[in-house]
Structure formats: C-alpha cells, structure tokens
C-alpha cells in the first residue's frame, strides 16, 4: 500500500548536507506510490528548496522563520509539526545528526510512533518495509520493521545508495505560516562555534584522515593535515588523542563521538579499541598505519602499514602530490 514520507530536510550553514538528497532519494523508493514531502526549516532558506524535486520531492513545506535559525527543541517541534498536519506523513525520515536523533526522539513521542534509530538501509517498500541498524557498538546488525502506526526513522549519512536526481518531480514549493509564543522561544545566548576538522564536514566526507595517541601531540597532527588537503578529506580522531589534547573533541570518532562511514578511512597511530572500531568499521575501505604489528586496528583494516606515521604519512603526501 502506498505511503506518504516526509523528509526533513538537514540544513547547515546555509546549505542541504548530502543526506538530505539520500533520504529523499530513499523517500521515493519506499513510498510506493504515496507522496514525497520534504520538510525544510531554519531561517532563510527557502531557495534551498530548488531542486529536491528532481529527487523525488512531490512537495516541499518550508518554514522559514528567524526563530529557526538556530535549533531549538521546542520551535522546531512546531515549525514539523506544522510539516506533519499537512504532508500527513505514514513515515517521517530525518538525518541522524545532533538535531535528527532530537527531533526524532520528540516527534515520536508526540505522534505515538514507532522508532528507528541509525539505519544504515532500508529495504522494501509501502507495507513490508525492513530497516537495517548496527547494534552492540557496530559489531551487529539487527533488522526491524514497524508494524503499526507511523515510523519515525533517523538516516545515517553516507550509507544509503547515492542519491538519484533526474526524477523531475513537481518539487511544488508551499510556505506554512507558523506563529511562535514566548514557550517556544528558547533562544542561543552565546555564540555557536563551529568546529570543523578541515573545511570538511566529518560526518558527511568521503576520506578521513584520523589520527590517535601515536601521532603523539597537536603538533604531530600537521602531516595529517598535509595528506588530508591533498586528499580533499577530513582530519578525525580517536578519543585517546582528544583525551591527550592533541586535538578538539569535535574531531572524535567512535561509540562516544561521531560515526562515520566514508569511502576512505586513513587511521594514523590508532590501536583500534571496539570503542574508536564502533565509529569507523563500516568505512568501505580503510588503511592503517602502526608501527605495532599486532595492532587490532589490523583485524579490521582493508590495507595495513606497519611502519613509523611520521615517515610514511608525508612519504604518502608526496606522491599524491605527485600524481
Ligand atoms: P592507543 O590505544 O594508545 O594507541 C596508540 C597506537 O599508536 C598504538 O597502537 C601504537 O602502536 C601506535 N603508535 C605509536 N606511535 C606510533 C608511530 N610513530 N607510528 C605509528 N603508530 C604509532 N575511543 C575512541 O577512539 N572513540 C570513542 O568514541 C571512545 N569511546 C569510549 C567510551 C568508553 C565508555 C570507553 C571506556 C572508552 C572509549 N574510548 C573511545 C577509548 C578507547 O577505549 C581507547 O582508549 C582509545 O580509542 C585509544 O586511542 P588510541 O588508539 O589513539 O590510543
């Protein structure tokens, strides 16, 4: 049986990250025939809506309010709310981010739904849909389908099929008018520091350059940072170099810190501890560089190095600069 799917659409700085044209995409597979909607909130951002029906979009709601631009529980619940009366969605799709897993959490609760934490695919469409989730730190996957009522599901990024655009769909732009009350404005009093590894957003690059208490201080982080520009990726870390201070926590990868699943994972002087494997192991190719040849970071490694990081991360710059 067809189903309405309502994406909410994943907004920072300015611009739709990645995983809101792979949710859409996915959108679109599994609706069956019922309608594709995407919600689109914050605080200009009404162009960004441009384009999604060449995804799979019939319809985008947007909400674009001052009191959106930075997120905040309870004018975000409104402002989707808002998105949920009028796409009167069978499934709601949001990316799992900071403000995704929020939101779910909350959105669940207020439509009595059923929720999906993390999926990494889906497979199905309409009535038999099945979500696949890593369970037990990565080590595990479990499959889990809903069987009644709305689904609530937060999208991992960077593991649902590349999305497709070409669809041509009506993409119809409509603007819900949302009226906020002194409840619901929950205001940022202090800045909001953006910490980015590189330029690149971790979660979302397709190479990861991580280093771990073996690049041995912030500044033996520097090669790693000259292979990850030439790389056009993104610099990450294992909690033992945040922990030593080598580097900001922003930059953490694994079951406490940020999970990542990009096309290359380049782990620097990393023993690979379940706990640092939870946030990378899903990397489709991953390289390791340890002088310990019996590093556990081998075991799950595509391609090891044994060797020195300072010798072989700047040997590896050079030639890539080369080629
Ligand atoms: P180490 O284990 O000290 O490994 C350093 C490695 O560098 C060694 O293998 C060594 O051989 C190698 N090395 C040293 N010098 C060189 C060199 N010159 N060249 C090449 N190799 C070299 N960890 C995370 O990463 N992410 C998490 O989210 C996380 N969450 C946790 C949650 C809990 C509840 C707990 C208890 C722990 C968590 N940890 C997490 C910590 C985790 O258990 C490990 O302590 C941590 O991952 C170790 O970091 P590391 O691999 O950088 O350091």
Redesign the pocket.
Known sequence: MAKNVLVLADVRRGKLRNVTYEMVSAAHRIADGGAVSVALLGKDVAALAAGLGDFGADRVYVVDAPELEHYTPDAYKKAFMECVRAANPDILLLAHSAVGKDLAAVMATRLGAGQVSDVIDIEGSGDHLTFTRPIYAGKAFTKVQVTEGVVVATVRPNNLPPAEGGLGKAGQVETLAVTFGPQDLATVVKEIVQKTSSGVDLSEAKIIVS??????SAE?FKPLYELAEVLGAAVG????????GYCDYAL???????VVTPDLYI??????????L??MSNSKVIVA????PE???FQVADYGIV??????VPMMTELLKKE
């Open positions: 280093g771990g208490r073996g690049v041995k033996g870390a294992s909690r033992g170099a945040c922990d030593a953490q990868i694994g079951q406490t810190g940020k782990a620097c002087g990393i023993s690979g501890a379940i706990q640092h939870a946030g560089i340890n002088k310990d590093a556990p970071i060797g020195d990081l300072f010798e072989v």
